[in-house]
C-alpha cells in the first residue's frame, strides 16, 4: 500500500461525496434557510427586546445579530454532520458502504476521509452563509474569515465524527430521524450558540453547567474567537479531545470483528 494508493483512494471518497452533494441542490438551499431564519427573523426581535450589545468575554461591543453568526455556523455543520451520516446508513442499507469499508484500505483512513469530505461539504455551506449574511449588512473582521477555517475544519470534524458514531448504531434509515432530532436540538440549544455563558449562568446554574458539558458549546467558541483573531485555548483543547474520542468511537463501531457492527451481526443471526 503506497503513498499514491491512500490519495486516490481519498480523492475518490471526497469526489463522490462533492458529486452527491452537488446532485442534491436543495440539500444546500436546506442548510442556508434554517441559519437565515434565525438571523435574519429571530435575532431582529431578540435585538429589538434586548435594546443593547452584548458582551462578550472578549471584550468587544457587537449587536446580537452579529453575535450568534458563530452558532449558526456551528449549526450548519452539525446539520451538515448529521446529514452525512444519513447517507452513511443509506450506503450500508444498499450495500455500498460495506464495499467501501472491505477495500484493502485500512478501515480508520476510510472513514476519516469520509469524514474529512462530510467537512469540506460542510464549509461551501458555511462560506455562502457568511457571504449572505455579510450582503445584510452583517460585517465580521476580514482577516477572521481566513483565520476560522482551521477553527471550521475540527469543529466540523468533531461534529462529524459525533455524527458517524451515532450511525453506527442505528439499523434502519427510518430510525435515524428521531435519533438527529434527539441529538441536535439540545446540542444547539443548551449551548452557547445564541446566549453568552455569563447571561445563561445569571438565569440558570442548571443550564450552565449543562452547557459546560456540551461539545457543541466549545465549538461554538473556537469559532466565534477565530472570526476575531483570537484562540480559545480551552476550546480548542475540548475540540481536539472530544475530536479524537469520537473518531476512536467510531472506527470502534464500524469494526466488523469488535465494534457494534460485530454486535448487530451476532443479533441478527
Not at 10 to 37: D, I, W, Y
Not at 92 to 101: A, F, I, N
Request: charged fraction near 10%; glycine fraction near 8%.
Amino acid at each position: 500500500m503506497t503513498g499514491a494508493h491512500l490519495m486516490r483512494a481519498f480523492l475518490g471518497v471526497v469526489h463522490r461525496e462533492f458529486l452527491r452533494f452537488f446532485q442534491q441542490r436543495a440539500r444546500f438551499f436546506a442548510a442556508l434557510v434554517r441559519p437565515l431564519v434565525w438571523l435574519l427573523i429571530f435575532a431582529a426581535g431578540f435585538r429589538a427586546a434586548l435594546g443593547i450589545s452584548i458582551i462578550p468575554p472578549y471584550e468587544t461591543y457587537i449587536t446580537y445579530d452579529v453575535y450568534i453568526v458563530p452558532g449558526l455556523v456551528a449549526m450548519i455543520q452539525l446539520f451538515n454532520g448529521m446529514q452525512s451520516s444519513l447517507s452513511m446508513v443509506y450506503d450500508r442499507e444498499m450495500g455500498s458502504m460495506r464495499v467501501l469499508l472491505t477495500t484493502p484500505l485500512p478501515r480508520g483512513y476510510l472513514l476519516v476521509s469520509r469524514l474529512f469530505a462530510g467537512v469540506a461539504v460542510s464549509l461551501l455551506q458555511v462560506y455562502a452563509f457568511l457571504l449572505i449574511a455579510y450582503l445584510f449588512g452583517i460585517e465580521l473582521p476580514l482577516l477572521g474569515y481566513v483565520a476560522a477555517l482551521p477553527a471550521l475544519l475540527l469543529s466540523g470534524m468533531m461534529l462529524g465524527a459525533l455524527g458517524m458514531l451515532l450511525s453506527s448504531t442505528i439499523r434502519q434509515l427510518e430510525n435515524f430521524a428521531g435519533i438527529m432530532n434527539f441529538v441536535i436540538f439540545p446540542m444547539f440549544f443548551a449551548s452557547s450558540a445564541l446566549y453568552p455563558l455569563w447571561k445563561i449562568r445569571e438565569s440558570s446554574l442548571l443550564l450552565y453547567q449543562i452547557c459546560g458539558w456540551n461539545p457543541f458549546t466549545y465549538a461554538v467558541e473556537l469559532i466565534r474567537f477565530a472570526l476575531y483573531l483570537k484562540v480559545d485555548a480551552g476550546a480548542l483543547a475540548v475540540v481536539c479531545g472530544t475530536l479524537a474520542l469520537f473518531v476512536g468511537a467510531a472506527i470502534w463501531a464500524y469494526d466488523p470483528g469488535r465494534g457494534l457492527q460485530a454486535r448487530k451481526a451476532g443479533a441478527g443471526e
